[in-house]
């Protein structure tokens, strides 16, 4: 049997897979502009932006630490030592060409997710390759095969991988049974696993940042230590990446096909660029600024993270080491650890075997929600699949410590390789689809404004969207249930939402929100916040021939007016805080409301002038609703008293049914 998946191994790894990846790479690097240098100034503005708060999903900093607790696994470790056994020191030099070039296809991949997510029932974001293989290609079938691909490998497979390593380590260090390794990690992983998606988010964000720093400073102080072999070292990396000289390794040479095979496997198989995971997280972030380019910069960071600079620190630790390293009967991280004893003294391999566990382990938990949310594309998220499928990623755990090594590698990399062949394909066919968003995002940033994504710009990508709407009116029932319906306070998550900040309402607020607050919906009409609806896209202003006219105006007529007078004489209200947009509020008849109506406006500071910033304004719409809602306000004078994030009431420019708030550029 092993021989079987080495010889599948190296037809796809010594040939399809390495043109592949280098082609996908290549193509959107050019094609985008060369956007891994081209958007360099942008990594740190997305870092900032990444800690931001929202409403609905992850945020981008949190999907970023969750992509990274798959990514740095056991790959950062015994990956790069297996690459460069195989390859030589030359196998690093090309694992960071195939983490430059895959920057470029991880950020058409992201962006991807972000495009074609949706929302699940709990109102959390789903998506990855198998929504716009789905969406985006109208090959719902690609999708299933993607995520069975994905079943297999990450709640199966590679979580063998990783507890393999964790097993290893622990023997070498502490004489530990393989068994009882693995029955740990597999208890400690099911405590955190159960927690879902945001729960593992959480803890990532503070985990990976701190094992990251750790392991990297490790190195960086073994390097110093040696600092006069360090150009030897990288000499070696580069002259072995081409051929020019055997490799320090024993007295074995290195083929330039062996030290670029090993790198790109090795590779990609730490940072995953290309092979369809990390969209899965990317798409569980609420973007921020509001545009799908964003999370596909914020994961190009990723890459780099992942291979450039901890993959690197791997890899000048054995090859500093250089021959003290070799053992005839060491594969893996025990190659590692004996690199770290020959640097360091005894205490170096216990100093890897906890490395390994904090890696292997926020892997096993990441890879599992990766799996989990795959479950949600194949509707199969019920609580039967779902924890059958945390007792099948459990058990493959406890078997890894037990499975023969090279064969748990093989079996790794053909899936590998499958899944990255699926969805490179999928991503090339997209590939005018990445060119329009990656444009998009930079002429808007050109222009000095928030980037903010809308379809409706583009008449290629909205028909693909509309394909996802259409889907989600056809699941669409008319009878509420706690699985497809939420309080439409907490169902919305626009623009408008995030300054509204329901999640956070104690049961007061909510009391108030619910006599005084009303909703404006294309679909429902008018909506109290605690009434249930299901999740839907259907915008006020759309043309959509019905038997009351031409669009939803006409069909709504005068009910939604209607309506809300019923509302204001049931309260004894006579006074309208209009904080609905244009679009929506063209729905009610002004004149035949039976109250005072009064706008408020808001205005930012842009280049000495102020003016209406659209996703400025729509936050800050929900910023005043809460700001209602929490003082409990019910004069119109009140109003005056906003001071949220910076705002001011401006009396000068204001009048008895506008009231204008400024806010000076920060």
């Known amino acids: 049997m092993p021989e079987f998946f080495s010889f599948i191994n190296e037809i796809l790894w010594g040939s399809v897979m390495i043109y592949l990846l280098l082609g996908a790479g290549c193509w959107f690097t050019w094609r985008t502009g060369f956007i891994q240098f081209r958007y360099i100034r942008q990594f740190s503005r997305s870092l900032k932006g990444s800690f931001s708060p929202q409403p609905g999903g992850l945020t981008s900093f949190q999907a970023l630490c ?73 090959m719902r079938w690609m999708g299933v095969v993607f995520a069975l691909f994905l079943l297999v490998a990450y709640g199966l497979i590679f979580n063998s991988v990783q507890a393999n390593a964790v097993s290893r380590a622990l023997h070498f260090a502490f004489n530990i049974p393989p068994l009882i390794s693995g029955i740990a990690l597999a208890f400690c992983a099911l405590l955190i696993i159960i927690r879902g998606i945001k729960g593992v988010a959480r ?41 020019w000289q055997e490799a320090a390794a024993g007295a074995a040479g290195y083929t330039l096909t062996q030290a670029i095979t090993s790198g790109f496997q090795r590779g990609m198989f730490s940072n995953e660029a290309g092979m369809g995971s990390t969209p899965n997280a990317a798409a569980a972030a609420t973007s921020y600024p509001p545009h799908p380019v964003a999370q596909g910069i914020v994961q ?24 003290h390293a070799s053992h005839s009967s060491t594969e893996g991280i025990q190659l590692l650890q004996h690199a770290m004893v020959s640097l360091t003294g005894e205490w170096g391999a216990s100093f890897v075997a906890l490395i390994v566990i904090l890696f292997a382990f926020s892997s096993i938990v990441a890879n599992y929600i990766y799996a989990e949310n795959n479950l949600f594309f194949l509707r199969l998220h019920n609580a039967k699949a779902i924890w059958l499928l ?23 990399d053909m899936i590998m390789a499958c899944m990255a062949i699926t969805n490179l394909t999928a991503i090339l066919l997209l590939s005018p689809v990445v060119y329009t968003l990656a444009g998009d995002y930079l002429r808007q940033r050109k222009l000095g404004v928030r980037p903010q994504f809308d379809p409706r710009r583009f008449p290629d990508i909205e028909p693909q969207l509309a394909d996802l709407n259409a889907t989600r009116f056809h ?27 329901a999640e956070t309402f104690n049961d007061a607020d909510f009391d108030f929100a619910q006599q005084h607050l009303r909703m404006l919906s294309g679909l429902y009409g008018v909506l109290r916040p605690l009434d249930l609806m ?37 309260q004894g209200d006579r006074v309208v805080v209009n904080l609905a947009s244009e679009e929506y509020f063209k729905s009610v008849k002004p004149k035949k409301l039976n109250a005072e109506l009064i706008k408020p406006v808001f205005l930012d500071e842009k280049n000495g002038k102020f003016k209406v910033v659209s996703f400025y304004a729509k936050k800050a719409r929900g910023l005043m609703s809460r700001f209602i809602i929490e003082n409990r306000l019910t004069k119109p004078e009140q109003l005056t008293a906003f001071d949220r994030e910076g705002y001011f009431f401006d009396e000068e420019t204001s009048t008895q049914d506008e009231l204008v708030f400024k806010r000076y550029e920060q």
Request: some cysteine.
């Open 66 to 138: 969750t992509s990274l607790a798959a990514r740095i696994g056991s790959g950062n470790l015994a990956g790069v030592a297996l690459a460069i056994a195989a390859g030589g020191p030359g196998a690093v030099f090309w694992m960071w060409v195939s983490a430059i070039i895959g920057m470029a296809t991880s950020f058409a991949e992201c962006s991807l997710a972000q495009l074609y997510k949706e929302r699940d029932p709990t109102g959390q974001f789903r998506g990855g390759p198998a929504w716009y293989m789905a969406r985006g290609l109208g």
């Open 203 to 243: 803890l990532m964000q503070w985990l990976i940042p701190l094992i990251a720093l750790l392991w990297v400073a490790g190195s960086v102080f073994i390097c110093l230590w040696h600092i006069e072999q360090m150009p030897g070292v990288i000499a070696s990396i580069v002259k072995s990446a081409f051929g």
């Open 300 to 323: 190009m960071i990723g890459v780099f993270s992942d291979t450039i600079i901890i993959c690197t620190a791997s890899a000048m630790i054995i090859l500093l080491a250089g021959n």
């Open 390 to 412: 945390r007792l099948a990623t459990l058990g493959m755990v406890i078997a890894g410590t037990l499975i023969s090594f090279p064969l748990i590698w093989q079996l790794a």
């Open 475 to 501: 699941d669409w029932q008319p009878h509420f249930t706690p699985d497809n319906a939420r309080q439409a306070i907490l169902a919305f998550k626009g623009d408008v939402y995030t300054g509204l900040q």
């Open 534 to 570: 299901q999740p839907y896209r259907l915008e006020m202003g759309i043309r959509l021939e019905n038997p009351r006219g031409k669009d939803l105006y006409q069909f709504w007529g005068d009910i939604i007016t209607d309506k809300l007078n019923e509302a204001l004489e049931a």
